[in-house]
Nanobody, 124 residues
Framework: QVQLVESGGGLVQAGGSVRLSCAAS????????MGWFRQAPGKEREFVAA????????LYADSVKGRFTIFRDNAKNTVYLQMNSLKPEDTAVYYC?????????????????WGQGTQVTVSS
C-alpha cells in the first residue's frame, strides 16, 4: 500500500513557476514508477509527466514538454513537478500517482495509487 500526498499548488501569474511535491508513505517507494496527471473542469484527467523508478527516464505530454520537469528523490520518498512558463491553460487539479512497474508509465489506468490532488490556478 502506498499513500500519496501532494502539496505546492496555488495561484500564480502566467509566465511564473510552481513546484509541486508528492510525498509517499511506505518503504517501497523506489520500486514504483511515478507520474503526474491533471484535470481541468469539465475535462478528462490527462497525463502530464512520468518518471521511472530509478529517475533515469522521463516522459512528458507535448503540451508541457520544455516547460515542466519531473524528478524524484528516493531517499525522501518524494516526486516533484517543476512547472515553468505557466500558461492559463495549465490551470487544473494536479494528481500524482504510483505504478508498480519497472518502466515509465503514461497510461492513466496503469497506475495503482493516487493522491488527493492539488489545485494550480494560472491567471492571465
Amino acid at each position: 500500500q502506498v499513500q500519496l500526498v501532494e502539496s505546492g499548488g496555488g495561484l500564480v501569474q502566467a509566465g511564473g513557476s510552481v513546484r509541486l511535491s508528492c510525498a509517499a508513505s511506505g518503504r517501497t517507494f523506489s520500486r514504483y514508477a511515478m507520474g503526474w496527471f491533471r484535470q481541468a473542469p469539465g475535462k478528462e484527467r490527462e497525463f502530464v509527466a512520468a518518471v521511472r523508478w530509478s529517475g533515469t527516464s522521463t516522459l512528458y505530454a507535448d503540451s508541457v514538454k520544455g516547460r515542466f520537469t519531473i524528478f524524484r528523490d528516493n531517499a525522501k520518498n518524494t516526486v516533484y513537478l517543476q512547472m515553468n512558463s505557466l500558461k492559463p491553460e495549465d490551470t487544473a487539479v494536479y494528481y500524482c500517482a504510483a505504478a508498480a512497474a519497472s518502466g515509465v508509465v503514461t497510461g492513466r489506468y496503469e497506475y495503482d495509487y493516487w493522491g488527493q490532488g492539488t489545485q494550480v490556478t494560472v491567471s492571465s
